[in-house]
C-alpha cells in the first residue's frame, strides 16, 4: 500500500463509523466522491438508502426519520449544502434533529489557493447558520464522524463532518 | 372544489389511528381530530418540504398508516420528491394534496399554470402505484374508504376552495395549540419512541 492510500480516508472507515453510531437510514445525493462507498452501502443489508433528487429534501427526509425513532445521517456534497439553506433551516434546525451531515467538500485543499467558489462558501455557509463541523481527510481523522454523532445527539442539532478527500480514497 | 374543513371531517371518519401531518389543513384538522397525539400539526417549517417529512415518518413507522394533507404549492416546489416517494414505496403512506390553484396565504396570487396542471397524472407518471384526483366532496365521499383501505402509497389530488389570507403574519390568529417540540414530544409518547 502506498504512502497516499494509507494516508486516505477509505470508504470502509466511513461506513464503519456509521454502523458504529447505529445509523439506519442514508439519505443521499450522489457527489464526485461516493460512489464507492454507495456500493458499499447498497450491500449492507442493515442500512435503508434513500435516494432523493435535490439535497432540500434530505433535510425534511431526515427530520421525518427522526422524529419516528430512527436514525438517519445525510451524505451530499457542499454544493446541494448550501441549495438547501431553507430545509436546512425550518426542518432539521427549526425541529431540533440530531442528524450528522457528510458533506462532500469539493473545491477544498489545503495548499495554494481555492479556486472553487463551492468550496469558498462552504464553511461560511456553516457558520451563517450555526452548524459545527469536522474535517475529515483521512483515515486517522475518522474518529471525528462518531464525535459528530455524539454531538449531534447531545446538542439536538444537525452537525457536519466535511470529507475533504475529494479524488482520493474516498472515491478509489 | 369542496371546502377542506368540510373534506377533513369526512376524512376523520375514516382516520382509524393514522399518524396525521395535517399541513396546509393545520388549522382546520386541530378542531376536528379526536386523535390529537397522533397529529403532527407543524406548520410550514420550510415549504416543500412535507412530503419529505411524511415520507420519512412513514419509513420510520412502517406499522402505522401515515397520512399527509399535502398543497399544490409545496408540491409544485418539491415536486422531485414524488420521485423518492414512489421508489421507496411506503405501503403506510397515504399523500393527499389540496389544490386551491393559488399561494393562499400571501394573498391569494396564483400558482404557475395553476388551471391546467393534472397532479394525480404527475404522481402516477413519477410512479404512484395509485393516484386521484377529486373535485367535489361527494366524490372523495364515495371514494375515500377504499383508497385509505388499499395500501400505498396513494396520491389524491383535491380541488379545494382558496381560504386567502391577506392580514399581515403578525396579525394572524394563531390556530396552533402546541409548540413544535410539545407536537413531536407527544407524538412520541404515543407511539412508544424514547429519542
Known amino acids: 500500500m502506498t504512502q497516499t492510500q494509507e494516508a486516505a480516508l477509505s470508504p470502509e472507515t466511513v461506513l464503519e463509523e456509521m454502523k458504529k453510531n447505529g445509523v439506519t437510514h442514508v439519505v443521499w445525493l450522489p457527489d464526485s466522491e461516493t460512489n464507492w462507498l454507495y456500493l458499499l452501502m447498497k450491500a449492507d443489508p442493515s442500512l435503508h438508502l434513500i435516494a432523493v433528487s435535490r439535497e432540500g429534501h434530505a433535510f425534511a427526509t431526515a427530520a421525518g426519520l427522526s422524529v419516528g425513532g430512527k436514525t438517519p445521517i445525510i451524505l451530499i456534497q457542499n454544493t446541494g449544502l448550501m441549495e438547501s439553506g431553507d430545509s ?48 475529515v481527510e483521512s483515515n486517522a481523522d475518522a474518529p471525528r464522524i462518531s464525535v459528530a454523532f455524539e454531538e449531534a445527539q447531545r446538542t439536538k442539532r444537525p452537525v457536519a463532518v466535511l470529507v475533504g478527500d475529494e479524488y482520493h480514497g474516498f472515491n478509489r | 372544489m369542496m371546502q377542506t374543513a368540510e373534506m377533513l371531517k369526512v376524512f376523520q ?76 414505496a411506503p405501503t403506510n403512506f397515504y399523500h393527499f394534496m389540496l389544490d386551491n390553484e393559488c399561494y393562499a396565504t400571501t394573498g391569494g396570487q396564483p400558482v404557475p399554470n395553476a388551471k391546467n396542471i393534472a397532479y394525480d397524472v404527475i404522481a402516477r407518471g413519477a410512479g404512484y402505484p395509485r393516484a386521484y384526483a377529486f373535485e367535489t366532496l361527494e366524490d372523495f365521499s364515495n371514494n ?28 394572524r390568529r394563531r390556530w396552533q395549540t402546541r409548540t413544535r417540540d410539545q407536537v413531536i414530544q407527544d407524538l412520541q409518547q404515543e407511539l412508544g419512541i424514547r429519542r
Not at chain 1, 96 to 120: C, E, F, K, Q, S
Not at chain 2, 48 to 60: D, E, N, Q, V
Request: with cysteine.
Open chain 1, 88 to 135: 436546512l433551516r425550518g426542518w432539521a434546525l427549526g425541529l431540533n434533529i440530531p442528524v450528522v451531515l457528510m458533506v462532500g467538500y469539493r473545491g477544498w485543499t489545503r495548499h495554494g489557493i481555492t479556486t472553487d467558489t463551492a468550496a469558498t462558501y462552504t464553511e461560511r455557509f456553516l457558520n451563517a447558520f450555526g452548524i459545527n463541523y469536522y474535517l
Open chain 2, 13 to 88: 371518519q375514516y382516520r382509524g389511528d393514522a399518524i396525521v401531518i395535517p399541513g396546509r389543513g393545520g388549522r382546520h384538522w386541530v378542531n376536528i381530530s379526536t386523535c390529537p397525539n397522533r397529529d403532527v400539526p407543524l406548520g410550514d417549517p420550510a415549504m416543500g418540504g412535507h412530503a419529505s417529512f411524511a415520507l420519512g415518518l412513514a419509513l420510520a413507522q412502517p406499522d402505522k398508516k401515515v397520512v399527509l394533507i399535502d398543497s399544490e404549492g409545496d408540491v409544485l416546489m418539491g415536486m422531485g420528491a414524488l420521485a423518492t416517494i414512489a421508489e421507496q
Open chain 2, 144 to 171: 375515500i374508504k377504499a383508497i385509505l383501505d388499499e395500501p400505498g402509497p396513494v396520491f389524491v389530488a383535491l380541488k379545494v376552495d382558496p381560504e386567502i389570507e391577506n392580514e399581515p403574519i403578525g396579525r
